[in-house]
């Protein structure tokens, strides 16, 4: 595991309290990556300064830290200017990181098919192109590492030419295969299709593993799924698609956005989107308008909507006390019908409250997928109405 610090601000927009829940996610991000994080450094300043994002003070802090503790790469919340980024190489003499950087690293890692590499690696040229002067000095002794996969390592001899070529030649190489993936998508038939959508590391893909009963990879890290994944889902007697999609998350790089539109095209198409929640984190609440904000940008929002709060299991009330040793307050204690009485579920019309991994309100989760699916599908083929019967009137867990 590389030896890393990370670094955040708190600034009139961002309170110590939301830098912490950043640096938090900044944390299992660098763990994602193959980072250990050896500790976390705060800066409190107005605005950032231009030359090294961080006060003078700070960075002198810093540069002792990393002497004495041999760190290797330092790693900033915040998105760093070309020139922040050489002038704090310079000062500090090990790899330099923002935000951007760690995330697009790790796309790199998780990339498995030639459409998602194709896409991470046009998401990190156009990210490189404005830094190239300063990769050329010190990505020279890098030996790979964070930060360090795809086209740093072998794009050092080139000039901002030839990167425009390549992200020319890339820009090409995804437009033919979205033809592709649109004949795929147009070869499927007349089924409803469904997404799941929702901030990285919700348990999309252990969901769709417990209704789909197929074998799509899913571990506790970020991002951990990157290429859409569809399967066919058989709910009583009716069938439709139902799609597993790359996990969103917060400060999201503009180039990824832009690079995995086509990807999340499956979410622009679909007729139902299954947005999961992990109900189980304090910050749910700006997950979801993480998700919603990218969706509308992507043109994929004003769909029919389930809001899946997922992780119940997990879920630790405001009241509980694990040194109250009389009164057994646990996440136990929550009902499901307690749960329904919340204002959370007032939070859409179509709102769930399960346990993918403990299979928790699995049957009531399908029976309102198979509604909802239902609805659409009769408005769409009327003639097909007694083909399946109404959920009240059929039995099928």
């Known amino acids: 595991m590389e030896k890393t610090i990370i670094?955040?601000?708190?600034?009139?927009?961002?309170?110590l309290k939301k830098s912490q829940e950043y640096l938090d996610e900044l944390e299992f991000l660098s763990y994602t990556a193959g980072g250990t994080v050896e500790k976390r450094f705060i800066q409190r300043i107005e605005s950032p300064n231009p030359a090294t994002l961080i006060g003078k003070g700070k960075m002198e802090e810093i540069s002792t830290y990393v002497k004495a503790m041999d760190i290797q790469t330092i790693i900033f919340d915040d998105e760093l200017s070309p020139a922040q980024e050489k002038n704090i190489s310079k000062i500090l003499k090990i790899k330099v990181l923002d935000r951007t950087n760690l995330?697009?690293?790790?796309?790199?890692?998780?990339a498995k098919t030639s459409y998602a590499r194709t896409q991470v690696e046009l998401a990190q040229c156009q990210y490189l192109l404005p830094r190239l002067r300063g990769m050329w000095t010190h990505l020279e002794r890098q030996k790979?590492?964070?930060?360090?996969?795809?086209?740093?390592?072998?794009?050092?001899?080139?000039?901002?030419?030839?990167?425009?070529?390549?992200?020319?030649?890339?820009?090409?190489?995804?437009?033919?295969?979205?033809?592709?993936m649109s004949v795929q998508r147009g070869n499927r038939g007349k089924l409803i299709r469904a997404a799941l959508v929702g901030y990285t590391?919700?348990?999309?893909?252990?969901?769709?593993?417990?209704?789909?009963?197929?074998?799509?990879?899913?571990?506790?890290?970020?991002?951990?799924?990157?290429?859409?994944?569809?399967?066919?889902?058989?709910?009583?007697?009716?069938?439709?698609?139902?799609?597993?999609?790359?996990?969103?998350?917060?400060?999201?790089?503009t180039q990824l956005i832009e690079s995995f539109k086509s990807t999340l095209d499956e979410v622009?198409?679909?007729?139902?989107?299954?947005?999961?929640?992990?109900?189980?984190?304090?910050?749910?609440?700006?997950?979801?308008?993480?998700?919603?904000?990218?969706l509308e940008e992507i043109e994929g929002s004003n769909k029919p909507t389930i809001v899946v709060f997922n992780k119940i299991d997990n879920y630790k009330r405001v009241d509980y006390?694990?040194?109250?040793l009389i009164n057994d307050y646990s996440e136990k204690n929550f009902s499901l019908d307690e749960w329904?009485?919340?204002?959370?579920?007032?939070?859409?019309?179509?709102?769930?409250?399960?346990?993918?991994?403990?299979?928790?309100?699995?049957?009531?989760?399908?029976?309102?997928?198979y509604r909802e699916v239902r609805k659409i599908h009769i408005k769409r083929y009327p003639y097909n109405n007694f083909l399946y019967p109404d959920i009240d009137k059929f039995d099928f867990i």
Do not use: C, Y
């Open 268 to 294: 622009r198409e679909a007729d139902l989107l299954i947005h999961v929640v992990d109900i189980s984190h304090p910050s749910f609440q700006e997950h979801m308008d993480s998700v919603n904000k990218i």
């Open 321 to 324: 006390d694990e040194t109250d």
């Open 7 to 15: 670094v955040g601000l708190v600034n009139k927009n961002q309170n």
């Open 103 to 110: 995330i697009l690293d790790i796309f790199a890692q998780r």
């Open 144 to 180: 790979g590492g964070i930060g360090m996969r795809g086209p740093g390592e072998t794009e050092i001899e080139t000039d901002r030419r030839i990167v425009r070529d390549k992200i020319a030649l890339l820009k090409s190489k995804i437009k033919t295969i979205d033809k592709q």
């Open 201 to 253: 590391n919700v348990g999309k893909s252990t969901l769709m593993n417990s209704i789909s009963k197929s074998s799509v990879f899913a571990e506790d890290k970020l991002f951990a799924t990157l290429d859409t994944t569809t399967r066919k889902v058989v709910i009583g007697n009716l069938p439709f698609l139902l799609g597993d999609t790359v996990g969103f998350i917060r400060k999201l790089p």
């Open 340 to 369: 329904k009485e919340t204002w959370i579920s007032k939070l859409g019309d179509n709102v769930l409250f399960i346990s993918a991994t403990k299979k928790i309100n699995l049957d009531e989760f399908k029976k309102t997928v």
